[in-house]
Nanobody, 125 residues
């Protein structure tokens, strides 16, 4: 599967953005799909994931209550709605696909089978 992330940009603190991850080559319903982010000088951090059927979601503690992951199987796209953005949300955001079983816990970066190319999100304070 090939993953193409988009939707990043510059936004003021408190604002919102919606990221999209368009998949090709295979349907997103075949994978557990997720989002990670990486800020300069920091390790890649889990943000959220969603089960194959879309009924289960799990979020990192730093985004819980502000971000929402969703998917549209018909459009073969996964979304990350980000509200209440903070300066510490500034990072490159990557979408990810995992062929393994869904687990209601943090997805490790080493569990990811496919990565998208990343999209920059910058939050100004």
């Amino acid at each position: 599967v090939q993953l193409q992330a988009s939707g990043g940009g510059l936004v003021q603190a408190g604002g919102s953005l919606r990221l999209s991850c368009a998949a090709s080559g295979r349907t997103v319903s075949y994978y557990v799909m997720g989002w990670f982010r990486q800020a300069p000088g920091k390790e890649r951090e889990f943000v959220a994931d969603i089960s194959r059927g879309g009924t289960n979601r799990y979020y990192g503690d730093s985004v819980k209550g502000r971000f929402t992951i969703s998917k549209d199987n018909a459009k073969n796209t996964v979304y990350l709605q980000m509200n209440g953005l903070k300066s510490e949300d500034t990072a490159i955001y990557y979408c990810a696909a995992n062929r393994g079983a869904y687990r209601p816990t943090t997805m490790g970066a080493n569990e990811v089978d496919y990565w998208g190319q990343g999209t920059q999100v910058t939050v100004s304070s």
